[in-house]
C-alpha cells in the first residue's frame, strides 16, 4: 500500500525535463537541415544560371561561327571545275558539320555522366573500407553484399565506358575514311581534268592537221589543173 501511495513526481519532472531537451535538439537540428536546404537550393539556382549563361554564350559564338562559315562558302569557286560552289551544298555541309557535333557533345556528355558516376561509386566503395564503431556482424555482411554490388555496377560502368570509347574511335575512323575518300576523289577529279585537257589538245591537234592537209590537197588539185 505504501508502494502504491509513492510520490513519483520528481521522477516525472525529469522526464519532462530530458523530453523538452530532446526537443530542443530536434528544433536545432530541423534549423540546421533547412539552413543547409536553402544554401543548396540557392547554390543549385545560381549553378543553372551560370549554366544557361554558359550556353547561351556559346550558343551565340557557334552561330556566329555558322554565318562566318557560310559567308566564306558562299561564292567561292571550285578549283577543279572553276565553277562556283552550289549554295545548297554550303549549307548542306554546314548543316552536317552541326549534326555531327551535336553527337559528339551527347557521346561527351554521356561520358562526362558515366565518369562522375564511376567515380562517385568508387568513392563509396573506399568509404566502405573504414568501419565505424559498434559495427555488428549483420552490418559487416551487409555491408559485404552492398560491396559486391557496386562491384557489379562498377563493372557495368566500365563496359559502357569502353562502348563509348569504342564508338567514339568507330566514328572517328569513319570520318578518317571519309577524308581519303575525299581526297581521293578530289586526286580522281584533277586526274581526269588533266586527261580532258590533254583529250582536247589532241583534238585540237587533230583538227589542225586535217585543216592543213585539206588546204594542201586543195592547193594540189588546183596546180594540177
Known amino acids: 500500500?505504501?508502494?502504491?501511495?509513492?510520490?513519483?513526481?520528481?521522477?516525472?519532472?525529469?522526464?519532462?525535463?530530458?523530453?523538452?531537451?530532446?526537443?530542443?535538439?530536434?528544433?536545432?537540428?530541423?534549423?540546421?537541415?533547412?539552413?543547409?536546404?536553402?544554401?543548396?537550393?540557392?547554390?543549385?539556382?545560381?549553378?543553372?544560371?551560370?549554366?544557361?549563361e554558359l550556353i547561351a554564350?556559346?550558343?551565340?559564338?557557334?552561330?556566329?561561327?555558322?554565318?562566318?562559315?557560310?559567308?566564306?562558302?558562299?561564292?567561292?569557286?571550285?578549283?577543279k571545275t572553276g565553277k562556283l560552289i552550289p549554295t545548297r551544298d554550303v549549307e548542306e555541309l554546314l548543316l552536317r558539320q552541326t549534326r555531327k557535333l551535336n553527337e559528339l557533345n551527347e557521346v561527351r556528355l554521356a561520358f562526362i555522366k558515366l565518369r562522375d558516376s564511376v567515380a562517385a561509386k568508387k568513392a563509396h566503395l573506399r568509404s566502405l573500407e573504414t568501419f565505424g564503431?559498434?559495427?555488428?556482424?549483420?552490418?559487416?555482411?551487409?555491408?559485404?553484399?552492398?560491396?559486391?554490388?557496386?562491384?557489379?555496377?562498377?563493372?557495368?560502368?566500365?563496359?559502357?565506358?569502353?562502348?563509348?570509347?569504342?564508338?567514339?574511335?568507330?566514328?572517328?575512323?569513319?570520318?578518317?575514311?571519309?577524308k581519303e575518300k575525299s581526297y581521293a576523289t578530289d586526286e580522281k577529279i584533277r586526274e581526269l581534268h588533266e586527261l580532258l585537257k590533254y583529250m582536247e589538245s589532241e583534238v585540237s591537234n587533230v583538227s589542225l592537221s586535217n585543216t592543213a592537209l585539206a588546204a594542201c590537197h586543195t592547193i594540189n588539185i588546183s596546180s594540177h589543173f
Open 57 to 79: 554564350n556559346l550558343k551565340v559564338l557557334f552561330d556566329s561561327l555558322i554565318q562566318k562559315e557560310r559567308e566564306l562558302g558562299t561564292g567561292l569557286i571550285y578549283t
Open 133 to 178: 564503431e559498434n559495427l555488428c556482424l549483420i552490418d559487416y555482411k551487409k555491408l559485404q553484399m552492398e560491396n559486391r554490388s557496386y562491384a557489379i555496377a562498377l563493372e557495368k560502368g566500365d563496359k559502357e565506358l569502353q562502348h563509348l570509347r569504342n564508338k567514339v574511335n568507330s566514328k572517328i575512323q569513319i570520318l578518317t575514311q571519309m
Open 1 to 52: 500500500m505504501e508502494h502504491v501511495c509513492e510520490n513519483h513526481e520528481p521522477h516525472s519532472a525529469d522526464k519532462e525535463i530530458q523530453y523538452h531537451k530532446q526537443l530542443l535538439a530536434f528544433e536545432d537540428i530541423r534549423t540546421t537541415e533547412k539552413k543547409e536546404r536553402e544554401a543548396i537550393t540557392k547554390e543549385l539556382e545560381t549553378m543553372k544560371k551560370e549554366r544557361d
